[in-house]
């Protein structure tokens, strides 16, 4: 089992920037992906950007290209986003997930924490 925590969100103005972090614990050795979804009341669980631990091979939704960032530090099992301009279109609770394949679903999900960016 891999147990993940995020932490940074909040509340922000249209155009300012937070930073979510995502703590994993337990077999993360077991991990080979992570990615951050959102989900805002009423619409689907989308992806947002993901990130593969071999290789740092990232992904962008469309959405969020050139606004947001996925890193991710192996040694500490963390992952953030970093989320540039944002838009109140931003809104939403944003997810951090662990995949144990590189292809296919995640397997592992946070709580999530609610990101909401006023006009």
């Known amino acids: 089992q891999v147990q993940l925590v995020e932490s940074g969100g909040g509340l922000v103005q249209a155009g300012g920037s937070l930073r979510l972090s995502c703590i994993a614990s337990g077999r993360t050795f077991s991990s080979v992906k992570m990615g951050w979804f959102r989900q805002a009341p009423g619409k689907e669980r989308d992806l947002v950007a993901s990130?593969?631990?071999?290789?740092?091979?990232?992904y962008y939704a469309d959405s969020v290209k050139g606004r947001f960032a996925i890193a991710g530090d192996k040694d500490k099992n963390t992952v953030y986003l970093q989320m540039n301009s944002l838009k109140p279109e931003d809104t939403a609770v944003y997810y951090c997930?662990?995949?144990?394949?590189?292809?296919?679903?995640?397997?592992?999900w946070g709580q999530g924490t609610q990101v909401t960016v006023s006009s």
């Open positions: 990130i593969v631990w071999n290789g740092g091979r990232t």
């Open positions: 997930a662990a995949g144990i394949w590189t292809a296919g679903n995640y397997d592992y």
